[in-house]
T-cell receptor, first 116, second 115 residues
Framework: DARVTQTPRDKVTEMGQEVTMRCQPI?????VFWYRQTMMQGLELLAY????????DSGMPKDRFSAEMPDATLATLKIQPSEPRDSAVYFC??????????????FGPGTRLTVL | GDSVTQMEGPVTLSEEAFLTINCTYT??????LFWYVQYPGEGLQLLLK?????DKGSNKGFEATYRKETTSFHLEKGSVQVSDSAVYFC??????????????FGKGTKLSVKP
């Protein structure tokens, strides 16, 4: 049963520290998405990759957030420096990318980040 | 821009009751529409989808019909179970412009089903 995996599942850190979240998309999927979920804002798209190339990162605060895909099996989301307002659940999702707007996205279990 | 509006929760029902969660959307072009479900402590899972007008998505007793004339995609189930307790998200994916493939979500509706 193929699944998207994310590590760590939980992360508690102090303000100013660097945080790196990792995602392994489903093998064969060529689109990867990063979302942030908070009570106030709901689910927000942060970044979107196709074939490892960033297509849309307009939802991401550029001064502190960065997203990369070093290879097809790994996507990373980094926050440096972290701030308390970054506390949220971060989800990674992947898709086949055959027909963009009809594709199903498969979500990982999320990383719960708490910045003190 | 594109947006999704779904009914505020929480919704509390007794087992075997009829469920409706309303969802309406605003979009340019012809989006695909989705319902995702999130169980406690888990990521989102696709529940059903419809990719063109008048399509009906169905899964696990849930149904939703893509109504272009009313820009709606209401979720229904005839008889809910305790195991259906979760948060339900309506979402759209546009077929227009640079945002193709991005999911735009509603705020979510929390459903609690009591035995």
């Amino acid at each position: 049963d193929a699944r998207v995996t994310q590590t760590p599942r939980d992360k508690v850190t102090e303000m100013g520290q660097e945080v790196t979240m990792r995602c392994q998309p489903i093998l064969g999927h060529n689109t990867v998405f990063w979302y942030r979920q908070t009570m106030m804002q709901g689910l927000e798209l942060l970044a979107y990759f196709r074939n490892r190339a960033p297509l849309d990162d307009s939802g991401m605060p550029k001064d502190r957030f960065s997203a990369e895909m070093p290879d097809a099996t790994l996507a990373t989301l980094k926050i440096q420096p972290s701030e308390p307002r970054d506390s949220a659940v971060y989800f990674c999702a992947s898709g086949l990318g055959l027909a963009s707007h009809t594709d199903t996205q498969y979500f990982g279990p999320g990383t719960r980040l708490t910045v003190l | 821009g594109d947006s999704v509006t779904q009914m505020e929760g929480p919704v509390t029902l007794s087992e075997e009751a009829f469920l409706t969660i309303n969802c309406t959307y605003t979009a340019t072009g012809y989006p695909s529409l989705f319902w995702y479900v999130q169980y406690p402590g888990e990521g989102l899972q696709l529940l059903l989808k419809a990719t063109k007008a008048d399509d009906k998505g169905s899964n696990k007793g849930f149904e939703a019909t893509y109504r272009k004339e009313t820009t709606s995609f209401h979720l229904e189930k005839g008889s809910v179970q305790v195991s259906d307790s979760a948060v339900y998200f309506c979402a759209l994916s546009s077929n227009y412009g640079g945002s193709q493939g991005n999911l735009i979500f509603g705020k979510g509706t929390k459903l609690s089903v009591k035995p």
